[in-house]
């Protein structure tokens, strides 16, 4: 079941093509990696999906209905541009937008106090938004996008400005936010993350979709039957080859080949990394 599918989505802005005719499905509870270089229009997709601009032609359907202004309350939306009011205290502003998002003040005070908490960030209240370093207003915005505690949340490169440690922190709390029940997209051109993260993605290049699906059913679409072999031989050494099987040869005719060699201790089949597919994809549509 999709929570969100755009259909034939298209935008020009002046005699720049954004979106060509994007059609993409988002399954409900999924982790949805929204992948491509900078510039190939996913901020444009974002853009039109939560609403802050609207398509030239196609649609875009919200659990099945054309979306419409008040699906927005259901929606988290953390931009790669930040919004954050500079002159602004910290506690005021994250008040003011939790209460956007259909809070009542005391709800607010109490969900905001929770993650003020979680986060280790409690000083920062009275503290203004220009007074803080890039990663610690990451913090702040992240809070003040899942405040309401929405089930659709879309993530536009949310590391920007985080180091590994603060990056973790991040990545654990998306997911659990996804264990809970929230559909996840998740922006980026890091392909580290869409293999540490993501269950389904859309690979957008040059305005046009070129590749969708499940990320494990794409590894599988694009492998190259190699093989990794650990050998025990006869001096009791291991050794570790990567195979190249031939088209038709099966698994366990491979197995039989080198049960001569020696006792085999590890035998696995060599997937394509999200990066490799990445590369070889865009190589094709360029």
Partial sequence: MSILQTIEVSKTFAKHTALNKVSITVPEGAVYGLIGHNGAGKTTLIRIITQIIAQDSGTVLFNGQPLKPEHALHFGYLPEERGLYKKMKVGEQA?????????????????????????????????????????????????????????????????SGFD??????????????????????????????VEEMCTDIALI???????????????????????????????????????????GISTNELLQEYMTAGQIVKFEEILPSMNDIFIQQVKQNS
């Fill in 205 to 247: 290049n040059r305005s046009q979709k070129i590749l969708e699906g499940k990320v494990s059913d794409i590894k599988q679409q694009y492998k190259e039957h190699q093989f990794e072999i650990h050998l025990l031989n006869a001096a009791n050494q291991i050794e570790v080859l990567r195979v190249q099987a031939a088209q």
């Fill in 164 to 193: 590994h440690v603060n990056a973790t922190l991040l990545k654990d709390e998306i997911l659990n936010l996804n264990a809970q029940g929230a559909t996840i997209i998740f922006s980026t051109h890091n392909m580290t993350s």
């Fill in 95 to 159: 008040l003011y937008l939790a209460q956007l998002k259909g809070l009542s003040k005391q709800d607010a005070l109490k969900r905001l106090k929770y993650w003020f908490e979680k986060f280790e960030i409690e000083g920062w209240w009275h503290k203004k938004i220009e007074e803080l370093s890039k990663g610690m207003q990451q913090k702040v915005q992240f809070i003040v996008t899942i405040v309401h505690e929405p089930k659709f949340i879309i993530f536009d490169e949310p590391y």
